[in-house]
């Protein structure tokens, strides 16, 4: 069955995700999968969701009702990407004081290595007792047959030296 991938933003408040889900089901999709946040106000995210290949214009149709609450951008899903339990995952948990770059560091070491990333969330908290910023991110990354992950792992001890964190792989 076809999947599409929802792009979704608007203003947070309550209802969107009954909104949004409602449309899915009243025309003949099924929500499979999704990744939503409040972030600065806004209430974003992904999903997806498979159609019948004849309901995709009535699906994409409908989605456009809820321009007032949330802007919907329908994409066509590859169908090549599945769900592939055996492919070998890791998982990075970062942690040190926040400051520009550490995203653009870490994922420079990881595209290095050419692994692809799954999922990645971050955040910032206060730092209790320190005073400051902590910056926190957790990255699933999906690690090709043969790579060389004891070389990622050594690149990733030296930049969490270089950037004054606490990064794990696991």
């Given amino acids: 069955m076809p999947r599409l991938v929802l792009t979704v933003i608007g203003d947070d408040r309550a209802g969107l995700v009954s909104a949004l889900s409602a449309v899915v089901s009243d025309h003949g999709g099924n929500w499979e999968q999704s990744q939503l946040a409040e972030l600065a106000g806004k209430f974003a995210g992904i999903v997806v969701v498979s159609v019948d290949a004849e309901g995709i214009a009535d699906?994409?149709?409908?989605?456009?009702?809820?321009?007032?609450?949330?802007?919907?951008?329908?994409?066509?899903?590859?169908?090549?990407?599945?769900?592939?339990?055996?492919r070998q995952r890791l998982t990075l948990d970062l942690l040190g004081t926040d400051r520009p770059g550490?995203?653009?560091?870490?994922?420079?070491?990881?595209?290095?290595?050419?692994?692809?990333?799954?999922?990645?969330?971050?955040t910032t908290?206060?730092?209790?007792?320190?005073?400051?910023?902590?910056?926190?991110?957790?990255?699933?990354?999906?690690?090709?047959?043969?790579?060389?992950?004891?070389?990622?792992?050594?690149?990733?001890?030296?930049?969490?030296?270089e950037l004054f964190v606490d990064i794990t792989v696991a």
């Fill in 125 to 161: 908290r206060d730092a209790p007792m320190a005073g400051g910023v902590l910056f926190e991110a957790q990255v699933v990354v999906q690690v090709p047959s043969g790579s060389d992950t004891e070389r990622l792992r050594a690149e990733l001890e030296k930049l969490a030296g």
């Fill in 102 to 122: 550490i995203v653009r560091e870490v994922t420079a070491v990881l595209s290095r290595h050419d692994l692809s990333i799954e999922t990645i969330a971050t």
């Fill in 59 to 86: 699906l994409t149709a409908a989605l456009s009702t809820l321009d007032e609450m949330l802007e919907v951008t329908p994409h066509p899903g590859n169908e090549a990407a599945g769900t592939d339990e055996e």
